[in-house]
């Protein structure tokens, strides 16, 4: 477990939100699956956790992971959210769609579960880790956006919505991201000024 906070923690941190008081120690932690306040705020966070980390983040990110075909499929596991060509198959439309209940992974370009029979792809991919395993900056954010989500549906106040927004905003700046990929072409400006114009605008001879 990350240094940060139980699900427990997140939970007691949400309720707050709504006035409610946080649970003891004896009780254990909800699952989201009775009625109660906590068992609500389970939910909320759960559903809130894949979200956010369906967005993709450096922690449970990884870059051009190498996957094979098996019989002419590529399937993804249940723990897989999202996937991105990349590497060699940076060029293809690949994402993961749904096959009579089995998660795979679909060509776009091609219309097809389809691969060749040990085919390779390569993909970024990204990951749902555990709440508890989830360094505590993104935690925040998780817990942040459910605050947010739960007193809006819960309660309502416009005042307490303001303040939950700001600090999820606060959150989200902390928390480190992707460096953005910026590729220049080549030779788009002279290497001395005054060493020729710029390129030829499109249409023109």
Known sequence: MASGMTIKDAINEMVETVGEFPLGAAPATPDGTGASIYDRARQFLDREDKRMQSMGWPENTVMSKEFTASSGAIGIPSTILRVRAAGSSAHRNLIIRDDS???????????????????KV??????????????????????????????????????????????YAVAQAALDRHPMVAEQPFNTQPLMAGGGGGGREQGKK
Do not use: C, H, W
Request: hydrophobic share 40%; charged share 25%; glycine share 6%.
């Open 122 to 167: 390569y993909l970024d991919v990204v990951s749902k880790l555990d709440f508890i395993d989830l360094p505590p900056l993104l935690q925040d954010v998780v817990v942040a956006k459910s605050k947010l989500e739960f007193q809006r549906r819960i309660q309502g106040s416009p005042q307490v919505d303001a303040a939950l927004m700001q600090d």
């Open 101 to 119: 209940g089995t998660q795979k992974l679909y060509d776009g370009n091609a219309d097809t579960f389809a691969f060749g029979s040990t085919e």
